[in-house]
């Protein structure tokens, strides 16, 4: 995540603790504790997509179109202000995302928002 230009070390007084997790493959996945962050983030209203509708409205269509979304949410770039809150701590060392993390409270709804944006033209695409 360093070499990609998503977190940077940090010098923030917060620090979130985290969790190494092997995957199937045998990499690791850092799985940072946003608990206490959460608890006292403004809860985005934004609406998320229901996927029984979205099946539904598929189900109609003849042609598809397929996104890899694997790293969408390192696509949105954390407001200056809030980098130091992303702040965590490994044995290697103390860093801060300066692109959006998984697991704060409101990070799917911002890339929900981020995409209706996008595709906000495509027919066939309710925002």
Known sequence: MLRMGVIRLST???ASPTVIVKKLDGSN???IDYC???RVSVFDLEPMVKTDD???KLSKDKYFTK???SKGYWQIPVR???IPK???VTPD???EFIKMPFGMVNSGATLVRGLRKLFVNLKGVDN
């Open 54 to 56: 979205v099946f539904r």
């Open 29 to 31: 996945r850092i799985c």
């Open 36 to 38: 206490k962050l959460n």
């Open 80 to 82: 200056k202000e809030d």
């Open 67 to 69: 996104l890899d979304l």
């Open 12 to 14: 923030s007084p917060y």
């Open 86 to 88: 992303t702040a965590f």
């Open 93 to 95: 060392g103390h860093y």
